[in-house]
Structure formats: C-alpha cells, structure tokens
C-alpha cells in the first residue's frame, strides 16, 4: 500500500512528542476550533402567545409574544424585522415581516427576555406550518419552526416531512 497508514502516523509522532501539541494547540489546532464552536452565540427561542389587536387607527395587528434567551456566552442583540413563512391550507406558501416592539433588542447571556413582534394587517392565523426567522447583529439567525394551532416547536426533519405531506399529499396531521 502506498498510502499513510496507521504504523507511519504513530511513528511521526513517537519521534517528536510535542508535535501532539502542535496539533491539538495550534492556532488552527483541534483545540481552537473547538473552543470557537463552544463559545457561538445560540439562542433558545418559544412562542408564549398570538392575539389580535385594534390599533389607535383602527387597524387590525397580529401580535406574538415570544421568549427569548441567549445560552451562549458572548452578548448578541436582534435585528428589528422578524420573518414569519408558513403555509396556507391551499398550499400557498406565504411571507409576512414583522416588527419588533422593543427599542432593547439586545440579549444578555443567560437572562431569558420577552419579545412582542407585530404583523400589520395580515392573517397568519390560518397559515398551518410556520417558521419564525430571527436575525442576529452577531451570529448566525435563529429558525423556529412550529405546529399552528399548538404553538409546539417541531424539528428541522419532521417539518419537512410535514411539509411535503401537506405540498404532494394535502394532509396535515398535528400530533395531539
């Protein structure tokens, strides 16, 4: 075999010892790497509730009420639009933007803060699988995808599974 096996690997670094710290250490070591993964912004992210309002000028508004916690260890604050994509029963796939309420958006570590977003004059009550993107001022955005009726937050395979039965098939099955 002309390859790199296992016996040379070994031997590469038996000679040398501190090469392992070369390799685990390094500016683009293991190490490195992974304490940059250990340290991104994450955000956790649940719907409280969704109520219509009336507005001073007689306006309908949806406003949803979100929870918010920063779980990682760098501060991170939010854009002020949020996008809402979700599916009507015929099929129709539909994008609304919302606006965020508060003029402080940013996120303290650890310390969960609550979030009114409103959408003018739409009616995403009817839309039946729906993703909540949030954008970030630092790191990367954060999709929430849930259930309609529920609220109940789905995960990234089963929505698509969800998706394509209500897109090919025209079912849609909300677990109970």
Same mark, same amino acid.
């Given at each position: 075999?002309?390859?790199?096996?296992?016996?040379?690997?070994?031997?590469?670094?038996?000679?040398?010892?501190?090469?392992?710290?070369?390799?685990?250490?390094?500016?683009?070591?293991?190490?490195?790497?992974?304490?940059?993964? &250990? !340290?991104?912004?994450?955000?956790?992210?649940?719907? $409280? /509730?969704? *109520?219509?309002?009336?507005? #001073?000028?007689?306006?309908?508004?949806?406003?949803?009420?979100?929870?918010?916690?920063?779980?990682?260890?760098?501060?991170?604050?939010?854009?002020?639009?949020?996008?809402?994509?979700?599916?009507?029963?015929?099929?129709?796939?539909?994008?609304?933007?919302?606006?965020?309420?508060?003029?402080? &958006? !940013?996120?303290?570590?650890?310390?969960?803060?609550? $979030? /009114?977003? *409103?959408?003018?004059?739409? #009616?995403?009550?009817?839309?039946?699988?729906?993703?909540?993107?949030?954008?970030?001022?630092?790191?990367?955005?954060?999709?929430?995808?849930?259930?309609?009726?529920?609220?109940?937050?789905?995960?990234?395979?089963?929505?698509?599974?969800?998706?394509?039965?209500?897109?090919?098939?025209?079912?849609?099955?909300?677990?109970?």
């Amino acid at each position: 075999m002309d390859g790199i096996n296992l016996k040379t690997i070994i031997e590469y670094f038996v000679s040398d010892p501190l090469r392992i710290l070369y390799f685990f250490g390094g500016t683009s070591g293991i190490w490195y790497w992974f304490n940059q993964w &250990r !340290d991104r912004i994450r955000l956790r992210v649940q719907v $409280i /509730n969704e *109520r219509r309002e009336i507005t #001073d000028e007689f306006e309908e508004q949806t406003v949803i009420r979100y929870e918010m916690e920063n779980i990682g260890s760098n501060v991170t604050s939010l854009q002020s639009t949020v996008v809402l994509t979700g599916y009507t029963p015929k099929r129709e796939l539909r994008r609304y933007e919302g606006k965020i309420d508060e003029l402080e &958006r !940013d996120l303290q570590p650890h310390k969960p803060k609550l $979030i /009114n977003v *409103r959408f003018k004059d739409e #009616d995403i009550e009817f839309l039946l699988l729906r993703i909540y993107c949030f954008h970030l001022t630092r790191g990367c955005s954060k999709s929430l995808r849930v259930w309609s009726a529920s609220q109940r937050i789905i995960g990234r395979l089963r929505f698509c599974y969800a998706v394509a039965c209500l897109k090919w098939l025209g079912k849609y099955n909300e677990p109970s």
